[in-house]
Structure formats: structure tokens, C-alpha cells
């Protein structure tokens, strides 16, 4: 019988909940074993928002070009090697997720790559067996000896993120998905995007950028979290030169083409039509939601006290930074370090070529009748001076209850946005009311129109 080696805690995904989590651990002076299927940092700097940022820094410096020479002061052609900008993202991505693992084992972590399995012995042990990847760049040699390794662990935390959700299409399989666009030797001439939420709006706007012929097929309406008069900016002027199509069904996929309920379209297909979560690797043991996401309490406890899960397996809000916040409280827990999860305004962004971010207090549905909104044209300055000629330089709109004096909505359309909106919805959660914007002093130049309109309304 194998050797069963006793851990501690032991984290099984090393995206941000587990990455962040095992770290915590480690800081804690706990006995901690991170266990990677593939790729240390998850979804987010793999598949993800890095990527998504490291295109996206290549499709603003095109339309950058091509603004510069329609203005008249910079001549001449550029063209994009697509390939050799994949490879180079490759590149950085090995660099990112060596300094990840460095970072876990500095804190005395181990970390070990393999596929990993989880079940409940007879009396009542926690026991993980994992399958070895021994091809993995990043193992360590000390682990290369053997294919698998039992674990018996006091305690079990579960962030395994979530993966595409594939519809039940036919010729599914002949579509790509988020993770596929490194692997693409060059930029299709037409593409057919399949969702309408925020990564079909960004992998559209690269991609049109790149000289594609870009659809956007959408079940319903796209973009429904901005408020209207966003979304009419970013559909008219930051995509105008993506074809939409809302309210089309789609009805079969083909190598070269889709067709829908309103036609058949050529070109290649990609899904992004959300995510689900990969739960399977617990789902005979714990309680799961109805949406296949491991139903946790405020301590990030499952139904079996001693497995924790933290992350986009639980549901909720998928975004990087709350996985990272869920990951350390989870931990925390973990450690003995009770403390509660509390709900709080979460700032999100779309990266398209000006950054478009939006946060919110309460569902609209919440705000009572005593709301002003106010609304004016984004601010010439840093990033946004080039783009006064064409009436370009973005969008900012607060909503205000003008009996508690304080900001329901906030959304902007800025080269400074993420920033702006990450510290104004730090600032709402501090319950911070229009009156303590008056010795507020921005840093100029600046593009943040926040601070401007509160101090008019």
C-alpha cells in the first residue's frame, strides 16, 4: 500500500482564490501543500485577463497608429506578426508563473503539479491522491521519482475555478473558446463570436482590430450590467466596427461558418458564453448550489466543516480580485483566524481601447425615487488628448440618492477609469456622501470626471 502522508492543509487549485490562500497559509506559519492541475495563476493569467491586457496594449497602439495618421502628423504602415505576439506572451506567462511559485515557497509552501482526487475514508479522514505531472516546467525535482501521492489532510480548501460553458450546439466542437486565441497561427479574416457579456466584447474588439471581420452573436441583448448610455458609447464609437446581433439564436456550427435563426455568416466560431464551475472533484462529497457551485457559509465552509472552497467554484462574483479576497479569508479560517465574509461594492471593468469600469451600491431596483443622474462627456488629458478632435475621449455617469447624499452607481469611460472606479468604490463602501468631496483636490492632468461631477451636482 502506498505511503498516506499527513498535511495539514492542503489547497487544490492555484489560481487566484488558492494561490492567494495557500500564501496566507504560509504567512500564518501553516503547514500548506498547493496542488496545480496545469498552470500556477489560474484562468486569469493564462487564459484570461492577461492575456486579454497583453492584446489589448498591441490593439491600442494600432488604433493609436491609425488615429495618429488620419490626423495627418505620422506616416506610414505597421503589420502584426499575431504568432510571434502569442510566443512572446507565452514567454511572460512562464516568467509570471515561476515568480507565483517562488512567491508560495518563499512562505515554505510546497507546490506539486498533477490532476488530483478527493475522498472520505471509512473513518472520516480527508484523503487526496494525486496523479503526478512529471512533465509539468515547473515541477520540482524532489517530486519526479514516482506517478502518484496519497495525502491525508486536516483540513481541505477547494479553489478550482471554472471553465467555458460549451451550449448544446451542434458542431459545438468545431468552435474555439477563450483559451484557444494563443494557440491560433494567425488572426481569422472573419469571426464569429458567440455570447454577449464582457469577454465577447473584448476578444471582439482585439480581433477587429487585427483585421478581422468580427460578429457578435448574442442570445438576448449585450452588455446588460452598463447602464444605457454606456453601453450606446461603447457599441457606436469603442466597437463600432463589429457587426451585432442581438436576439439571434444560434442553430448549428460549422468549420467555416454558423448559422442562426437570422442567417448563416462565414468564418471561424468562438463560444464565450459564460462559465460554469469545476465542482466535480467534490460533488459526491459536499453540498453543491443548483448551478453546479459548492454551497459554502460565511467561513467558506462547505458542508463537511473540515473542506473549505473559495473562488468562481462557489458561484457568485467571478471576478479576480474578490477570488483573491475570498481565498485569504477562507484561509484565514483555515488557520483558526475566524472572520466573516463580508458582502461589499465591487468595482468591474471591460478592456476595450479606453477602459470602461462601473460599480454599483445596490440593484436599481433598490434605489428609490430620490436618485439624480448626472452625466458628462469624458475629460481631455493623459491618453486623451488625441482624441478631442473626433469627440472621443469617453463618458462618465454617478447616480446619487439626493436624500442620503450618497452614490448608488458610478460608470466611466476613461484611460483612467479602472483606477478611478476601484478608489470611488472603496470610498462608497467607507459610506462617503457628496459633501466630503468638497477639499477633495485631484492630481492633474487627469482624466477622472468622478471628482468633477460631484462637485457640481
Known amino acids: 500500500m502506498e505511503e498516506i502522508k499527513k498535511i495539514k492543509n492542503i489547497v487544490i487549485g492555484a489560481g487566484p482564490a488558492g494561490r492567494l490562500g495557500s500564501f496566507e497559509l504560509g504567512k500564518l506559519g501553516e503547514e500548506t501543500l498547493l496542488i496545480e492541475r496545469k498552470y500556477i495563476a489560474g484562468t486569469c493569467l493564462n487564459e484570461g485577463c492577461m492575456v486579454v491586457c497583453a492584446l489589448t496594449d498591441i490593439s491600442r497602439f494600432i488604433r493609436s497608429f491609425k488615429r495618429y495618421s488620419e490626423i495627418g502628423f505620422i506616416d506610414g504602415n505597421i503589420s502584426l506578426?499575431?504568432?510571434?505576439?502569442?510566443?512572446?506572451?507565452?514567454?511572460?506567462?512562464?516568467?509570471?508563473?515561476?515568480?507565483?511559485q517562488e512567491e508560495n515557497e518563499s512562505v515554505n509552501n510546497n507546490v506539486i503539479y498533477g490532476e488530483a482526487s478527493v475522498?472520505?475514508?471509512?473513518?472520516?479522514?480527508?484523503?487526496?491522491?494525486?496523479?503526478?505531472?512529471?512533465?509539468?516546467?515547473l515541477q520540482r525535482e524532489n517530486v519526479k521519482n514516482k506517478d502518484y501521492d496519497i495525502y491525508e489532510a486536516e483540513n481541505l480548501l477547494i479553489a478550482t475555478g471554472a471553465r467555458p460553458f460549451i451550449p448544446n450546439i451542434?458542431?459545438?466542437k468545431y468552435a474555439l473558446i477563450s483559451s484557444d486565441v494563443?494557440?491560433?497561427?494567425?488572426?481569422?479574416?472573419?469571426?464569429?463570436i458567440v455570447g454577449g457579456g464582457i469577454i465577447a466584447t473584448e476578444l471582439s474588439n482585439l480581433f477587429s482590430s487585427f483585421g478581422s471581420e468580427v460578429k457578435i452573436i448574442a442570445r438576448s441583448e449585450i452588455l446588460k450590467d452598463l447602464e444605457p448610455e454606456i453601453k450606446s458609447y461603447v457599441v457606436k464609437k469603442l466597437i463600432d466596427e463589429v457587426d451585432i446581433h442581438e436576439n439571434t439564436n444560434v442553430l448549428e456550427i460549422t468549420e467555416n461558418s454558423i448559422i442562426t435563426d437570422k442567417g448563416e455568416f462565414e468564418g471561424k466560431t468562438l463560444i464565450a458564453t459564460g462559465r460554469v464551475p469545476n465542482s466535480e472533484i467534490v460533488a459526491d462529497i459536499v453540498d453543491l448550489n443548483e448551478d453546479g457551485s459548492?454551497?459554502?457559509?460565511?467561513?467558506?465552509?462547505?458542508?463537511n466543516?473540515?473542506?473549505?472552497?473559495?473562488?468562481?467554484?462557489?458561484?457568485?462574483?467571478t471576478l479576480t480580485p474578490?477570488?483573491?479576497?475570498?481565498g485569504i479569508s477562507a484561509a484565514r479560517n483555515m488557520a483558526g483566524y475566524l472572520n466573516k465574509f463580508e458582502d461589499i461594492i465591487v468595482p468591474q471593468s471591460l478592456t476595450l481601447d479606453l477602459d470602461v469600469s462601473f460599480t454599483q451600491k445596490a440593484e436599481k431596483a433598490d434605489y428609490g425615487e430620490n436618485v439624480e443622474d448626472v452625466i458628462i462627456p469624458g475629460l481631455g488629458g493623459p491618453h486623451a488628448f488625441w482624441r478631442i478632435l473626433r469627440g472621443e475621449t469617453g463618458l462618465t455617469k454617478i447616480s446619487l440618492n439626493t436624500e442620503t447624499e450618497e452614490i448608488v452607481r458610478a460608470s466611466q469611460i476613461s484611460p483612467s477609469s479602472i483606477d478611478d472606479t476601484a478608489y470611488l468604490a472603496f470610498l462608497m463602501n467607507m459610506g462617503i456622501t457628496k459633501e466630503d468631496f468638497d477639499d477633495f483636490l485631484e492630481v492633474h492632468p487627469s482624466t477622472d470626471a468622478y471628482y468633477k461631477i460631484l462637485k457640481i451636482m
Open 322 to 326: 474578490y477570488a483573491r479576497k475570498e
Open 305 to 317: 466543516p473540515n473542506i473549505y472552497a473559495a473562488g468562481d467554484v462557489t458561484g457568485g462574483i
Open 182 to 192: 494563443l494557440s491560433l497561427e494567425e488572426v481569422p479574416s472573419k469571426l464569429n
Open 81 to 100: 506578426d499575431y504568432k510571434s505576439a502569442c510566443d512572446n506572451i507565452k514567454k511572460t506567462q512562464l516568467m509570471l508563473r515561476r515568480l507565483n
Open 119 to 137: 475522498e472520505i475514508s471509512d473513518d472520516k479522514k480527508i484523503l487526496v491522491k494525486v496523479k503526478l505531472d512529471n512533465d509539468n516546467e
Open 170 to 172: 451542434d458542431g459545438a
Open 294 to 303: 459548492i454551497k459554502v457559509n460565511e467561513f467558506f465552509q462547505t458542508s
